[in-house]
Nanobody, 124 residues
Framework: QVQLVESGGGLVQAGDSLRLSCAAS????????MGWFRQAPGKEREFVAR????????NYADSVKGRFTISRDNAKNTVYLQMNSLKPEDTAVYYC?????????????????WGQGTQVTVSS
């Protein structure tokens, strides 16, 4: 079992930055690829970014590429999402998730564990 707890969300203005953190329980954090997803009001949850178990190969949705950076610290059992140049359309609940798979990580069906989410609101 892996428990995930997100933090770092909040209300910011367009152009600001935020860093989300996701702390994982257990001693097998490095066995999981990690992903960030988001769900805006009235929309389906969508993929944002993912990072491999070793942290070498990140991947991003086109909508955040160049603005968001995913990283992980396996010693701290934590994955991060640095969000720069935030836009109002980035407003959503952000979820981190853990996957035991090595591929197909853009799909939420590949993820085994989910956090409770953290709200990010970007005002114009």
């Amino acid at each position: 079992q892996v428990q995930l707890v997100e933090s770092g969300g909040g209300l910011v203005q367009a152009g600001d930055s935020l860093r989300l953190s996701c702390a994982a329980s257990g001693r097998t954090f490095s066995s999981y690829a990690m992903g960030w997803f988001r769900q805006a009001p009235g929309k389906e949850r969508e993929f944002v970014a993912r990072i491999s178990k070793s942290g070498i190969t990140p991947n991003y949705a086109d909508s955040v590429k160049g603005r968001f950076t995913i990283s992980r610290d396996n010693a701290k059992n934590t994955v991060y999402l640095q969000m720069n140049s935030l836009k109002p359309e980035d407003t959503a609940v952000y979820y981190c998730a853990a996957s035991s798979w090595n591929y197909g990580l853009g799909s939420e069906e590949k993820y085994d564990y989910w956090g409770q989410g953290t709200q990010v609101t970007v005002s114009s």
